[in-house]
């Protein structure tokens, strides 16, 4: 490949590297289509589709908001499923003397 980039403007770069990244996005999803269309084709002569190979796949994302666990009792519309931090409301109950197992739902 034979281009002189020192001779190129600024405005000839931008453009050099615009098309650089479409043709490199190109490359990425054809070369994507073609691995999958490979591996289909191999899961096949062994008479499986991919989905049979990979059930977990087709789970993908985060599962649900948790179950809430405790609630204020001040404030019912207040709760905390017991992951993360701490509200403040639990530090504040904590420290005026109430067990945790008061909040339980």
Do not use: C
């Amino acid at each position: 490949m034979g281009i002189n980039l020192s001779a190129m403007s600024r405005k000839e770069l931008l453009d050099l590297q615009s098309n650089v990244e479409t043709a490199l996005k190109d490359a990425e999803q054809r070369e994507r289509r073609e691995a999958l269309e490979a591996a289909e084709k191999a899961a096949a002569e062994f008479g499986f589709s991919l989905a049979e190979l990979s059930p977990d796949a087709k789970k993908g994302g985060k599962s649900g908001k948790a179950a809430a666990k405790y609630r204020n009792p001040a404030n019912p519309e207040q709760t905390w499923s017991g992951r993360g931090r701490k509200p403040q409301w639990i530090h504040d109950a904590l420290t005026s003397g109430a067990d945790i197992s008061d909040l339980e739902i």
